[in-house]
C-alpha cells in the first residue's frame, strides 16, 4: 500500500542518486571540524570566563588585606 501510495504522488523515479558514494562525507577533517569546532570554542570561552570571574574574587580579596602584607614606610 505505501509503495502504490508513493508510485501515485510523485510517480516512477529511477535513478541511482542515492547509491553514487559522496566523498565530501566521507572527509575526516570536515567531519571534525563541524561536530567538535563549536565545542571546542564553548569550552574555551567557558574556560576564560572561569580565569577572569578567579582573578577579579582573588584581586579583591588582596586589595582589601593589602595593609596586612605590606610593610608600613
Not at 509503495?3 to 577533517?29: R, Y
Not at 570554542?41 to 588582596?62: A, E
Request: proline share 5%.
Amino acid at each position: 500500500m505505501a509503495l502504490l501510495t508513493n508510485i501515485i504522488q510523485v510517480g516512477m523515479k529511477w535513478t541511482n542518486e542515492p547509491l553514487k558514494p559522496k566523498f565530501d562525507k566521507m572527509n575526516p577533517i570536515s567531519g571534525f571540524s563541524k561536530n567538535f569546532l563549536r565545542a571546542i570554542l564553548f569550552n574555551l570561552g567557558l574556560s576564560i570566563l572561569k580565569i577572569v570571574l578567579i582573578s577579579i574574587v582573588v584581586y579583591n580579596y588582596l586589595m582589601g588585606r593589602k595593609e596586612s602584607f605590606i610593610p608600613a614606610l
